[in-house]
């Protein structure tokens, strides 16, 4: 008797210790690695786009991802509602942080976010809608995300003190419908994958992987590998790597003089095609004085668009190493297409010549025919590749279907890409992110 009253003792007092001593860990001890954010296409305009939760009391909020935008904007105008927002005073460290050249000392309204007095300002930028330019209040608010061991998402974790652009309603034109800002996950400190990794302490890099119909989701990953995609393959331990490279030039709608790029650029020194050389002049793929030329990559263009001479180069090589197969009319905005019966399939989509990408040290990236190619229509697949025309800023801008079911990693601590090429050639696919269990 008197032994069974002490164990019921034990097993109060450890019953006890657990009730109290859960709920303190879970708020103070959790340190996440990795957070990740899901990602899908929008089938009308083609962007991709993600979901944070932010402000108090948290709300979805549905932003199209920049690649290279400089932070994360939001419309303020449209019910921004939440009790922890802070606008960034001109001066603080803050504003600082986020290089804001430019002070608001006085809004003509009531205090709401997006107008208060003395705060400075970083520009909203949509680089989809380039005939529009405003300013944006520097904020400060809560957001919150899912954490991930890299294999699955864990808890969700929160940071009250999110630097981002508060800006105008009129700026959300020509994104997709629903959409209340854009998730820059350009170079910047102010960017969102530095301050996330300065709010979490997680190390400086993300990777992205799009997917490549608007029925899956994909994921960006923020903070540390592993990347694992179901069936249990992790493609950190097969990335290739190349420089990231500095446009010391912005190549932002709105900018300073003197101000870099936001931008990732790479360094492509030429172009295979079936494993030959595609002749054209490869000063273009140099960044020159004036931040013109080079290659980047970027979320906002569904298609990779080539400076015109270059793109011809390029739809020439193909047709010729393709000649067996009769061409069909062509589909604005791509110049080669072709009948999909005459065309095999792979493991790695259409059989058609491979499109290497060189970089430097005898790295390649090898663009096969599920990323080269786009199925217009039930039977025609065009060479998915468009024309930048004469001297445009960026020689060569990586897009969207390029990079689908690819992972990038951008390391910004290392200053590299790493890069998987196709997952398809791992039997697996962005969409294969296990974000039910
Ligand atoms: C800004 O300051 C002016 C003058 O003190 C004041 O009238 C105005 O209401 C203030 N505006 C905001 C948005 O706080
Ligand atoms: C929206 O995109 C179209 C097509 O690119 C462009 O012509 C238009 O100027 C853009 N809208 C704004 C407000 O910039
Ligand atoms: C190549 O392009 C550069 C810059 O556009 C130009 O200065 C140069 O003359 C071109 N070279 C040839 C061989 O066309």
């Known amino acids: 008797m008197a032994s069974s009253s002490f164990q019921c003792l034990i097993l109060l007092s450890s019953l006890a210790f657990f009730f109290f001593a859960t709920p303190s860990l879970a708020r103070t001890s959790f340190k996440p690695k990795a957070l990740v954010l899901p ?64 002070c608001t000392t006085e809004c003509f309204s009531s205090p709401k976010p997006g107008c208060n007095n003395n705060t400075c300002n970083i520009f909203p930028d949509n680089p989809l809608a380039t005939t529009l330019t405003g300013s944006g209040e520097l ?52 960017g ?32 540390r590998s592993p990347y694992v995609f179901l069936p249990g393959i992790d493609v950190s331990k097969s990335l290739t790597y190349t420089k990231l490279i500095l446009n010391p030039v912005s190549t932002a709608g709105v900018s300073f003089e003197g101000d870099a790029s936001s931008e990732y650029f790479i360094g492509v020194n030429s172009i295979k095609v079936n494993e030959k050389m ?38 020439n090589a193909f047709v010729k190493s393709l000649a ?47 990323n080269s190619m786009v199925q217009v229509s039930k039977d025609v697949l065009c060479l998915g590749f468009v ?11 990586i897009g969207g279907h390029q990079i689908e079911d690819n992972l990038l990693q951008f390391d910004l601590a290392n200053k590299r890409l790493g890069f998987s090429s196709s997952l398809l050639f791992r039997q697996t696919t962005c969409a294969n992110f296990n974000f039910t269990s």
Request: hydrophobic share 35%; charged share 15%.
């Open 39 to 102: 990602v899908t296409k929008d089938p009308s305009t083609l962007q991709y786009l993600t979901a944070i939760n932010q402000r108090t009391p948290l709300v979805p909020v549905k932003l199209t991802v920049d690649l290279g935008g400089q932070s994360l904007w939001v419309d303020c105008e449209g019910g921004y509602v939440s009790s922890t927002y802070k606008p960034a005073h001109c001066g603080s460290s803050q504003c600082k942080l986020a290089e804001s050249k430019s």
């Open 139 to 190: 904020g400060q608010d809560v957001v919150a995300l899912r954490s991930t061991d890299g294999s699955k998402p864990g808890p969700v974790v929160s940071t009250p003190n999110v630097l981002f652009s508060c800006g105008d309603t009129s700026l959300l034109a020509n994104l997709s419908a629903g959409v209340k800002g854009m998730a820059g996950l350009g170079r910047p400190k102010v």
């Open 192 to 223: 969102l994958p530095s301050q996330l990794a300065y709010a979490f302490s997680l190390d400086r890099k993300f990777a992205i992987c799009l997917p490549s119909t608007s029925k899956s989701k994909g994921v960006i990953f923020f903070g």
């Open 278 to 315: 595609v002749p054209f002049n490869t000063s273009l793929l140099a960044i020159d004085g004036e931040g013109f030329g080079g290659t980047r990559i970027s979320t906002l263009k569904p298609y990779t668009v080539l400076e015109t001479s270059i793109y011809k180069a390029v739809v």
């Open 324 to 370: 067996h197969i009769p061409r069909v009319k062509s589909v604005a905005p791509f110049g080669a297409c072709y009948d999909s019966k005459k065309i095999g399939s792979t493991r790695v989509g259409p059989g058609v010549p491979a499109i290497d990408l060189v970089l430097s040290n005898g790295v390649y990236w090898r663009v096969f025919g599920a």
């Open 387 to 397: 024309d930048g025309g004469v001297r445009p800023r960026t020689s060569i801008v």
